[in-house]
């Protein structure tokens, strides 16, 4: 378990903590505060800022005393939640938007994730990859920071090492500090953010925090470290490639055509991505074409074929897919295959239907 700092100490019992009322009003990060006892509301208030799950209320009333205050930085998310009841938080949609990190801030959980279960007490800290399903047991009394980092941010990070996929404690051994050295910049910004700091009025110093995060993000938790660039604002001509290739991904697109949806000559196109995105645009196109076939393996349960995936995606034939898909995962797409077969064969639907309790 990992000791918290006075920031996060007084997170645990102040629901308020992000959302400090005295902090100045301030352009550049926003502030979202919100309590209800419907679950509707809660299940809204969460999926705004991250993607859409399911929320069951275990008590007999089935109400809650649901808080969910955050704070901005840029493309970064910083949430505290809490359900005020016992709740099952279920994630089971594949091709997130979000990667989320999670601290668990005080009271009892229990998190479950590829047919594994691990008890979430405060300290613990669990990465959730966008193509693994999840859920939560959370008590009456359990809250948590959530941090949300959309998936573009981290594209060629590396893959998620498999120990951060359950509590921190587990994750001690990983390269470059663990996840101490995360945890310690996350205790530095919750403070700043709660105080209403004047120098985060400064857009600058926004978009330095919040590559400097990710920076540690990928250190910390990532097994291999690519250069990503990203600013927290991306040029027009950058963002309008990128939206284009998210697009067209099982189209038959080459870069003349990512040139002319960006409206830029392909110089300053490749220039901007290598800046931004830090990586060339075809690159980036390869990327996100593994990335979504990744998620269809994930999501298969094994009844799919990796030759067709490679054509789908117009990645030449299975064994240049299989070359570039273990450069990327660090493993053949085989294995992934494997593993989604077997999952599948574990028999879920029991274990769902008896997590579902109404």
Known sequence: MLGFGPALQEMASDHRFLANSVAPASETVHRHSFASPRPADALDSVSRVF?????????????????????????ISLNQIAYGADVDVLITELQRTHFVFVVALIGQAVVEFNQQHWSFQSGDCVLLAPNVRYSFQMGQDHTHLAIGIPCNRLIGSGRPYEAVHNVVERAADAPNGGAANLMGFIEYLCAELHRGSPIFGLQDVVAANENSFLTMMRAALFDREVPV???????????????????????????????????????????????????????????????????????????????????????????????MYREIYGEPPSATLGRSRQAALGGSAGTRSSRRIQ
């Open 51 to 75: 993607f859409p799950h399911e929320v069951v209320v275990r008590s007999s009333d089935k109400h809650l005393d649901f808080n969910h205050c955050s704070a901005s930085l840029g493309d």
């Open 229 to 323: 660039r990203q600013a927290s604002v991306l040029p027009v001509f950058v963002r309008r490639a990128e939206q284009f290739i998210a697009q067209h991904l099982k189209d038959d697109i080459q870069l003349s055509d990512i040139v002319e949806a960006s409206g830029v000559p392909a110089r300053t196109l490749y220039h901007g991505f290598e800046r931004f995105m830090g990586h060339s645009p075809m690159r980036w196109l390869r990327l996100r074409r593994l990335e979504s076939a990744r998620a269809d393996i994930i999501a298969s349960g094994g009844d799919i074929s990796v030759t067709a995936l490679a054509n789908q995606y117009w990645i030449g034939h299975g064994g240049r897919f299989a070359n």
